[in-house]
């Protein structure tokens, strides 16, 4: 399968970074990104705590950050594939074929708001009944995995 992953986080843990061929780095978890230095954030990562790469010009579930809102909430699954996001009760944006970043910066937003993603579910074709999950924006809790030595 010739098909470039890309990995990122939805509470935009993780930025993309480019590979030497142009492509899309795994980070593992527990890692700090690097681009052109280390990623500086300000403040808590606030998000809904997914894990996302893009697949087939959609951006599908890849694991649920543990303790996030996602994940407590219990509906979002891996293989889960978005196809839209709302902010709080506005119209869902279309996020096919769109950039994994700029859905990123869809999904985040302050703490305590509400995001909708509606998503096909991990086991259905791309005709399938779409899913609507609307969740609320919180702190997301990285675990840093100790350096080996």
């Known amino acids: 399968m010739n098909m470039a992953l890309r990995f990122v986080a939805l509470a935009l843990m993780f930025p993309l970074l480019a590979g030497a061929a ?9 890692a700090v990104p690097w681009t ?3 990623v500086q954030s300000t403040g808590p990562l606030i998000g809904v705590g997914a894990v996302l790469r893009t697949c087939a ?3 599908e579930v890849v ?3 543990p303790g996030g809102a996602a994940e407590a909430d219990g509906r979002l699954k891996t293989g889960d594939r978005m196809v839209a996001v709302a902010q709080d009760h506005a119209t869902p944006v279309n996020v096919i074929g769109m950039d994994l ?7 985040r937003g302050p703490q305590g708001s509400r995001v909708t993603l509606t998503v096909i579910p991990a086991e ?3 005709d399938a009944p779409r899913r609507e999950i609307a969740l609320v924006r919180a702190p ?8 080996a030595p």
């Open 57 to 59: 010009g959609y951006a």
């Open 101 to 107: 970043l700029q859905i990123v910066h869809l999904i």
């Open 140 to 147: 997301v809790k990285l675990s840093v995995a100790p350096a």
């Open 22 to 30: 142009g492509r899309a780095q795994e980070i593992p978890p527990g």
């Open 124 to 126: 259905g074709g791309p």
């Open 36 to 38: 052109n230095g280390p």
């Open 63 to 65: 694991s649920l950050v």
